[in-house]
């Protein structure tokens, strides 16, 4: 069977797919892009595992970074950190890794596992354990699923390495963002590495494609292949997604600070075009957790919230989000696996201490939702 390779062409859509799967968070696409593609560059392609193909003896890595993104911007990932970090879980458990993936599809964390199986001459699994980013390590699937966290291993850019084996995926979270903030806000982190068969059962498979897919829209074409202008492209996205447009403003505050390890703040937007009027306000910790519209309910985690241009549909993370930057908020339901209520109990609305319901993004009244900008025939005049 001839197995699907990504190139360093692929990279680009890949990364701004994940920005939108990212929700704001899961470290700087940008950044973590042009690592992936210059060590594609040096190694060539990389194999693309899919989830099912996975055996009992494969042993899967997810990496990534852990810390705020605002760190992570500002100090660059070394591509030291990933071998160390991949040399530091074969010692640690005494088993050769024969894939990587990523642990969260969304942002740069989705370019470490790419620039990691280059480097290292492994495949990349098509999957991973979030279908979006989450700011905390026991928000996965596998911590779902019951199992542990396993052997941590987190590295940083001084060579320090700290191996943990937390008792459970809460645990993991305490001791690892506390290494974090000792490490100066960022590090290069594995955990919940398993065999194939615990990675089958636990995996959101098919998203490295699925933020491939995102990225070709909003460069331009859409899954007929037609070209989109770009007041197109936000709709025909939300249309691929089954999103929901909920909100089209302007940037009136922003407060936002690195706390704890996080990224943590809030934004204000004031309508614009048709949602003149109206009012809007994103919590984020790391990730857009939280919107409300003239204080009401609009969308809530787990359920994703991303910020885009609203000229041109790209991506904006929580870092990158200026104050006066013009932008649209659209919620993409999550995947079914959070909307059990163990998926609610670990990244639900009461997790991060809001005193909201969660309810699907999809029924909550729209009374006033932002309409698509203009309705169009498949061959793209105006209906």
Not at 149 to 161: K, L, R
Not at 330 to 346: F, N, Q, S, V, Y
Request: hydrophobic content about 45%.
């Amino acid at each position: 069977m001839t197995r699907a390779h990504l190139t360093e062409g692929d990279i680009d859509e890949i990364a701004l797919g994940a920005a939108v799967l990212g929700t704001g968070g899961g470290g700087d696409p940008h950044v973590g892009s042009l690592m992936a593609k210059r060590l594609i560059r040096l190694h060539g392609p990389v194999a693309l595992l899919q989830v099912d193909e996975l055996t009992d003896d494969d042993f899967v890595i997810p990496i990534g970074g852990i810390g705020a993104p605002s760190v992570s911007v500002e100090r660059i990932q070394a591509e030291s950190e990933l071998l160390a970090a991949l040399s530091a879980i074969e010692r640690a458990v005494g088993r050769r890794p024969t894939a990587v993936m990523p642990i969260e599809v969304g942002g740069g964390n989705s370019m470490i596992p790419i620039a990691t199986a280059a480097l290292a001459g492994l495949p990349v699994v098509d999957g991973d354990a979030m279908g979006r980013a989450f700011p905390e390590a026991q928000m996965v699937t596998f911590h779902l699923a019951g199992y542990g966290p396993g052997a941590t291993v987190m590295v940083d850019h001084h060579g320090n390495e700290v191996v943990s084996r937390p008792v459970d995926g809460a645990w993991s979270e305490r001791i690892a963002r506390a290494v974090t903030v000792e490490m100066g806000g960022g590090a290069t982190m594995i955990d919940y590495a398993y065999g194939g068969d615990v990675v089958r059962e636990c995996a959101i498979p098919g998203t490295l494609t699925l933020a491939k897919r995102i990225g070709r829209v909003l460069r331009g074409r859409d899954a007929a292949g037609r070209e989109l202008r770009d007041d197109e492209r936000i709709d025909a996205l939300c249309a691929d997604l089954d999103a929901v447009r909920l909100f089209e403003g302007k940037v009136a505050d922003l407060q936002r600070a690195v706390d704890g390890g996080f990224t943590r703040g809030a934004a204000e937007l004031d309508g614009v075009g048709a949602d003149r009027g109206s009012s809007f306000r994103l919590d984020f910790q790391n990730e857009m957790l939280l919107a409300r519209r003239d204080g009401a309910l609009a969308a809530v985690t787990p359920d994703l919230i991303t910020v885009l241009d609203l000229a041109t549909g790209m991506p904006i993370t929580t870092e990158a989000l200026r104050y006066g930057a013009r932008v649209a908020v659209i919620a993409i339901p999550c995947h079914e696996k959070w909307r059990t209520p163990m998926g609610l109990l670990t990244a639900g609305p009461a997790h991060f201490g809001y005193d909201v319901d969660w309810v699907p993004v999809e029924d909550i009244p729209r009374e006033h939702a932002t309409p698509p900008a203009i309705a169009r025939t498949t061959e793209g005049k105006a209906a």
